[in-house]
């Protein structure tokens, strides 16, 4: 299951220091795509469980860390690679835009 990020301290920890590969779900409760992103999600957290780390950020909650990476709609997903912003994808995309998102940072 995709893990909550409730602090900034617990972003650091999550995401800017894994040693692997962290997707993070940029969303809110009151947004429609999100909400129907959120299962797409749960798939991925379930599928690369132990090569990628799948977290979800709520902007309303943490939005000092949504401005930091330029978030201006969601849901923004953000592939970090090594604590670093790899790949975003803006806006409800069908599964497979982040199956291959991943695939090419774990050279699959």
Known sequence: ????????DE???EVL???I???VDFWAPWCGPCRMLAPTIEEL????E???KVVKVNTDELPMVAMQYGIR???TVILFVNGEPADVKVGLQPKAVFENMIARFLGE
Request: glycine share 8%; hydrophobic share 35%.
């Open 73 to 75: 709609g969601i849901p």
């Open 21 to 23: 590969p962290v997707l």
């Open 17 to 19: 220091q894994s040693d």
């Open 45 to 48: 957290s379930q599928e690369y």
């Open 11 to 13: 972003f650091e920890r």
């Open 50 to 52: 132990g090569k990628v």
């Open 1 to 8: 299951m995709a893990k909550e990020i409730k602090t900034v």
